[in-house]
């Protein structure tokens, strides 16, 4: 098969891409930097360089393939993140129809059930929805929805250094669900090479743990047994993501966010949906942030 993978080689595409390959099937892989386009030939695949944001490119990119997988990537940094999730969906839709695609697959999120009451997730409900309403006539649609990226846990890594503490304005000791990027690769290609008819929503997760089980776990790896993980309130929250550099919108979505998996049963649908964990647990992640701690 010919497919298009956008997300360049980040986590989950170059493993992807290196996946694809090696079975056989021709692969282009879009990346907005030119410098990229090498490493990406020397994977084997076709380098696209252009921007996602940018119809045409993606138009005449998307022209032949039989399955293309779709990713959003830098909306945080916008005024509006729900506008701009929306215009990139609009935009990936306008594409894949022109191009006449059959099969699109979409990195979607877990919360993409929900509606804004849960925060910055809102946008892949917004994505999905956009996707849905203008593709499902016409090609097949999967959107995977990960859970929360155990890389995510790397941003706690200047507290754990100053303070030994992970602060959350989550509940610490609510169990929640993390995924390998890993882990989501196997799923990603049987869905653009195997894909299921009409349109399917696939949960994907490695472990499940709560931040302080998490705290435990780093806290050995890190030779830290003091390491804990502390609840703070919202307001405090959304001052320590401010004073580290993140944009006001994506800050106050990303605070409620958290809040809502603190008070309300943000995983009910995952539940109802649950899919076979991963084989990558976080003791294995413990020994990445290890190195990454190290190194600070
Ligand atoms: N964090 C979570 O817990 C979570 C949970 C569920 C879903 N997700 C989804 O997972 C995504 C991240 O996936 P990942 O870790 O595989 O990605 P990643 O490693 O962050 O890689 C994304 C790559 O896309 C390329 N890129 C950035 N802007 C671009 C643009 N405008 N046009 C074209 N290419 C561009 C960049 O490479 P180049 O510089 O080479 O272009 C970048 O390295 C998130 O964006 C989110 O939508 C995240």
Redesign the pocket.
Known sequence: MKIVL????????RPLAQQLLAAGHRVTV????A??AKEIRALGATPAI????DEAFLTTTFTGADAVYL?????NDDQDIFAAGHRQATIYAQAVLTAGVQHVVN????GANLGPEVGALYI?HIIEDVLTHALASTATLTFL?????F??LLGSLPSIKRDHAIYTNNSVTKRGSW?A?ID?VPIAAQALTTPRPGVTHQYIASDERSYQEIAALLGRALNLPDLRAIQIDDATMTRNLLASGLPQTFTTQYVKMLAYERDSDFYADYRAHHPVLGPTKLADFSQTVARAYHQL
């Open positions: 956008t997300g360049s080689l980040g986590h989950i595409s879009i990346s907005h930097s410098a990229r252009g921007r996602i944001s990713m959003i990537t830098n909306t990195l979607s999120s877990v892949y929805r990960p859970t929360g990226m890389y995510n995924v990027p989501i």
